[in-house]
């Protein structure tokens, strides 16, 4: 099987605009609800890379500011560039499986070929701190939602008026910022190209840190935009927009006859005229695309981010690392173990049906999904998997020689890989967690943890506590 692909020109030349190029990362994915993606699914004949049997186990993901191509069978990445200045929060392969639509952080969005990474178009985003991307469902324009002091909706059209993919900024939607009740959204024109770029202030990426802010928003196949705007002394909005982004309808999200804000966590793609809203304290409402109404609740118990349909069932995962289906009527209808207690983040499917794809903080799972005669869920398999560390690092340093990296994480594994690899060579294990790593020689690791234990590891065998000390280290 091919190793990872060569950067070719076309990434390069775009990454040599940024003043810090990336040639190395380590980790599985920096995945979200909506960044990650399976852009070789074989879901068109037609296309070339969907006659490769192999595309099945292949993930697009982002990781920081750059996008890897993981292949979860030969544990390896096919392709890794820098894609962005800033970190990669947004990431959607269009439904037309052409193109694919990125964001980052700072407000920097990109439209990409599909499977090929051959950047299209670029543009500036009016606001920063963008955490969500939503296609139409006829691949002709995307919207971005960013939070700040001036979130808003953005929507880009993608035409093809001069034989080459052209991104344009259609309207704007901001989100009041005041706290009178039935304040009117302001509809920005694209053609105000001259507007000052936001103020740094607005990149702090604090949800609901002014007031209103808009957190999600899909499109459903009429062209109407549902948007979920969160308001900080009030309860959740939400709104019905036009192709053109003409106010239709506003609605307070409401359940049980109360008024309590519910804290909108996930939002599902378009199905059968109804989204489904996660909240906080473990409920998912089932909306009515049009009437903007409740139609049910599940009380699933648990806190998702994210979810994925299986026909009529919703797919969500568990805090526990379980994937659990939920009927219609809200009636739970399997509860599996996801093979990782990693907190899921992102879900997608390889072949509909058949196999999911799971994307944790620290690690990225293939699934396979055995059903009955009838269609139901019998089990998960985790087929294969990229792992990386557990929780978060918080130790890093490279080997005297230059060749090695130490790095450590909150469980207390310690992992030694070398500089131009992407899986550990060496792996330990501590009792605490990990504060600090400090190179005694190149073949020598000093570990410091949070209970004051230091640990003096030899790559290659057990580490050996050398030292105690009250605090931490």
Known sequence: MDSKEPQSAKHRSDASRYPIEIIQSWGAASARHTSGCVVHSPRRPDHPTDKDPSSEFIFDAPLGPSVVRWDVVAQTRRLQFQAHNDLVTCMRLSPGGDYIATSCYSGEVKLWSAPQWECLAVAMAPMASQHHLAWSPDSSRFLIVGNGINSSIVMYSVSMETGKPQLSQLWQVVAPQDKTKGSEDK???????????PPKSSQSGLDYQYGNAFYMAEINPSGDVLAVMERQSAPTLVQLYSPEGKLLKTAELTVEGGSKKLGTLLISTYRDGIYALGVQGGRVLYLDSESLAVTSVLNVGFSSRTCVWDGSSLVLPADTGKLVWWGAGGEKLGEFRAGSADYIVRLDWSVSGHALWLCGFSV??????????????????????????????????FSPCGQYL????????????????????????????????????????????????????????????????????
């Open 364 to 397: 990225l799972s293939y699934l396979q999904v055995k059903r009955n005669d009838n269609g139901s869920v019998v089990s998960l398999t985790p087929s294969h998997m990229i792992k990386s560390h557990d929780i978060a690092c918080c130790g890093v340093a």
């Open 187 to 197: 509809v920005q024109s694209s053609l105000a190209e001259s507007e000052t770029p």
């Open 406 to 473: 130490a790095s450590g994480d909150l469980a207390g594994g310690v992992w030694v890989t070398q500089q131009d690899d992407i899986m550990p060579k060496y792996k330990c294990s501590v009792s605490a967690s990990v504060r600090c790593l400090v190179w005694q020689d190149s073949s020598t690791v000093l570990i410091g943890c949070l209970d004051g234990v230091m640990h003096r590891w030899r790559l290659g065998s057990t580490p050996a506590v050398c030292m105690a000390v009250k605090g931490s280290v």
